[in-house]
């Protein structure tokens, strides 16, 4: 495939803070159209990955090209194509919405008449044109967090980096951003984002990687990783604290693989139906069952841990 196919090219990419290692020698590829995911616990390094191409980073060592370009030679070339949506709104709280985009223009030269028509294009596209002349410090974090993807659209950008998108907003914040997400992706914007939420990755991401201290650990689509690291589906029990302590290990042969969690038990099987007729045969009581098709969440658990990592 031809390099201009490729707005993001890594190879061996490292970056270290002192002694510690953030990005330990990842590659991979972001194709042009695409929607590419960053998932990862916290301190995985998909910050510290997102920072290197939005040039705001030196790397280490490795190689890292963006739209052919080496960010430590042509960071301004670069920063000139690219939208980017932080993890913290860096909004001015002293502008109106509408001015927080006409000031945001001129950091790319953008002609007052065309970045007025901008302006007013972006608004619709966010709905936020009713509050076009409203302080930024009122406006609801959705509200906000519309009003910073569409100032990272400002300069028509090639590729757009988006940093946990919707960390912190209630659902309906967040699928409004998904759908204004997913029309930037059907009209052949390049959409590259971190997220801490798997539903979000598995609704947008053609392709994510997986990345656990610093290394990816897994890469494909999200129903190749399905497949490939988890069963069709899960089973989930509810057990009293009496029936779990009788257990003797009775259900740890039932599915391809047992999971004990502190408030239920998780059974994982290709048909989660059969495996429940099964405990219902041994005469386990049952407080309540939830058989559920497997998810990305799942493969994220599954191959990071669910240990906490501050």
């Not at 596209?125 to 906000?144: D, I």
């Not at 569409?150 to 998108?165: M, Y």
Request: proline share 4%; net charge negative; aromatic share 6%.
């Amino acid at each position: 495939m031809a390099s201009d196919a490729f707005l993001v090219q890594a190879r061996h990419l490292v970056k270290r803070f002192d002694s510690f290692t953030a990005v330990d020698g990842i590659e991979f590829n972001v194709r042009r159209g695409e929607a590419f995911g960053i998932l990862g616990p916290n301190g995985a390094g998909k910050s510290s990955t997102m920072r290197m191409i939005a040039c705001a980073s030196p790397p280490t060592s490795g190689t890292l090209q963006i739209f052919d370009l080496d960010p430590r030679l042509h960071a301004s070339a670069i920063k000139a194509r690219l939208g980017v949506v932080p993890q913290a709104d860096n909004l001015d709280a002293e502008l109106t919405v509408r001015e927080n985009l006409l000031m945001y223009a001129r950091y790319f030269d953008i002609a007052p008449s065309l970045a007025r028509e901008r302006t007013d294009e972006l608004l619709d596209f966010v709905q936020l044109t009713e509050r076009a002349h409203s302080q930024v410090e009122p406006l609801s974090g959705g509200m906000k967090r519309r009003l910073t993807i569409a100032r990272a659209l400002v300069n028509a950008p090639e590729l757009i980096l988006l940093d946990e998108p919707t960390t912190g907003l209630d659902p309906q914040a967040r699928h409004l951003i998904w759908d204004r997400l997913y029309r930037l992706k059907r009209s052949g914007s390049t959409l590259l984002l971190t997220t801490h939420y798997m539903d979000e990755a598995e609704q947008l991401c053609d392709r994510i990687i997986v990345v656990d201290k610093g290394r990816i650990v897994a890469e494909g689509t999200p129903r190749d990783l399905i497949e490939r690291y988890v069963t069709r589906e899960g089973l989930e029990l509810r057990l009293s604290q009496e029936v779990r302590e009788s257990l003797d290990g009775r259900l740890t042969g039932l599915a391809d693989r047992f999971e004990e969690l502190p408030d239920r038990i998780q059974l994982h099987a290709d048909d989660g139906e059969q495996v429940l007729e099964q405990v219902h045969a041994l005469g386990i009581p049952v407080e309540r069952a939830l058989v559920r098709r497997a998810t990305l969440e799942d493969v994220f658990l599954r191959l990071t841990g669910r240990t906490l990592v501050d």
